[in-house]
């Protein structure tokens, strides 16, 4: 079995590690291989023969360097139309990188999907059209009553000048 093989094997084994735990305990996590899980979100963002993804697990995001070919064909990022693919990242954590400005991060060692991007519905709250249903026309003849009494006073709705009594 080859190394990248017996690395993927060893993920599905060892549990997830939740960005809470990992942020909350960096220097004890530093260096260490974890399994990290969450939601493919925003661009993924090339950088010559690596990529820097995003995972959300729900708390957290946490980017993720990893090289190209090591993303999952077709992986699908989350935004407000869909959740994004669901991934399993075996990394090694950085709790300050040197590689990259002294931040958190995760250099991948692999990348599995775990589960499929899904539209993320929006449904209108029946209340909201309830409310929709009174306020509309309300403002429409507030507005329509308001430009009335403007075309009134620009068209001489303004009083006549005073007529001088006669001696």
Do not use: K
């Amino acid at each position: 079995m080859s190394a990248t093989g017996c690395l993927v094997w060893l993920s599905l084994l060892a549990a997830p590690v939740p960005s809470g735990e990992l942020l909350s305990h960096t220097h004890a996590y530093d260096g260490r291989t974890v399994v990290f899980e969450g939601e493919a979100i925003q661009d993924v963002m090339p950088r010559g023969d690596h990529l820097w993804l995003n995972v959300h697990d729900g708390a957290n995001a946490l980017g993720v360097w990893l090289p190209a070919g090591m993303l999952p064909p077709d992986t699908r990022t989350g935004d407000y139309h869909q959740t994004g693919d669901r991934l399993r990242v075996t990394a090694v954590f950085r709790a300050a990188c040197p590689e990259h400005g002294g931040e958190v991060d995760l250099h991948a060692t692999a990348v599995e999907r775990i589960g499929p991007a899904r539209p993320t519905p929006h449904p209108i709250a029946p209340s909201r059209m309830l409310l929709l249903a009174f306020c509309l026309p309300l403002a429409l003849l507030l507005s329509t009553t308001a430009a009335r009494l403007d075309r009134r006073r620009r068209a001489g709705g303004a009083a006549p000048p005073a007529v001088p009594a006669e001696p």
